[in-house]
């Protein structure tokens, strides 16, 4: 691959303001290497107002908006993890009473701060054990309900590609199955993502704020800013 043909790509379809955002000159492609599928549930979830409701993804408070509407969803505090998340949140459905950057982080206030409470955990059919594992070790009643599910998606890519950018655990694991990248390095949008891809990438990069656009303004820094192109 020649010095001035930088390749890269995002294992999630990305939209046309975030492909804008690339510089110019690094050559771009975009395909999900994951799909969520958000379950039907049942129409009595909320009959009775929950009173500790947590997302750890912003998939999980999607799926709740497509199956009701933001008035039937009845919550007296909501925690959850990630500054996207708790965006969707407080514009679609009220304030958010506490977030982290991770689930780790939520489980540990959480276990601080609810005691011997109960918690509803909203949540994908891949979900990590942390956050689950830490509350119940510490008491606390926990009622998973699973909105959506994470559908894999894995394909073979044609050539090689400078850098690859990862937006979930899932997404490394199905990119893997089936392409080589002994040469790539891996973008992450957060930790928990970077934690799957150090597993398989010698090189392994992390935004400094979870969300898309810092994953590009990252690889832009890497590749044109610093000059690994001209």
């Known amino acids: 691959m020649s010095e001035t043909s930088v ?11 975030q492909l804008q955002l690339f510089d110019r000159k690094l050559n771009v492609t975009d395909t999900d290497f994951i799909q969520i599928h958000h379950n039907r549930l049942p129409t009595g979830l909320f009959r009775e107002k929950i009173s500790n409701a947590v997302f750890t993804s912003k998939n999980a408070v999607e799926s709740l908006l497509i199956n009701f509407l933001p008035e039937e969803i009845k919550m007296d505090n909501i925690y959850c993890v990630g500054r996207k998340t708790k965006g969707i949140i407080e514009k679609r459905l009220g304030k958010v009473t506490h977030y982290e950057k991770n689930a780790v982080q939520l489980a540990n206030y959480l276990v601080k701060e609810l005691k011997e409470e109960s918690v509803t955990f909203f949540c994908g059919n891949q979900r990590r054990d942390e956050l689950p594992v830490i509350l119940t070790q510490h008491g606390i009643e926990l009622k998973e309900v699973e909105v959506y599910r994470t559908l894999n998606r894995s394909k073979q890519m044609d050539g090689n590609f400078d850098a690859v950018l990862f937006f979930s655990p899932s997404a490394v694991k199905n990119f893997v199955e089936m392409n080589t990248f002994e040469q790539s390095v891996a973008y992450c949008i957060g930790e928990t993502t970077a934690a799957e891809a150090k597993k398989y990438f010698e090189h392994v990069k992390v935004a400094e704020v979870p969300i898309i656009e810092q994953v590009i303004k990252l690889v832009n820094q890497d590749y044109v800013q610093n000059t690994k192109i001209t």
């Open 7 to 17: 390749h890269i790509l995002s294992t999630k379809k990305l939209t046309v303001e």
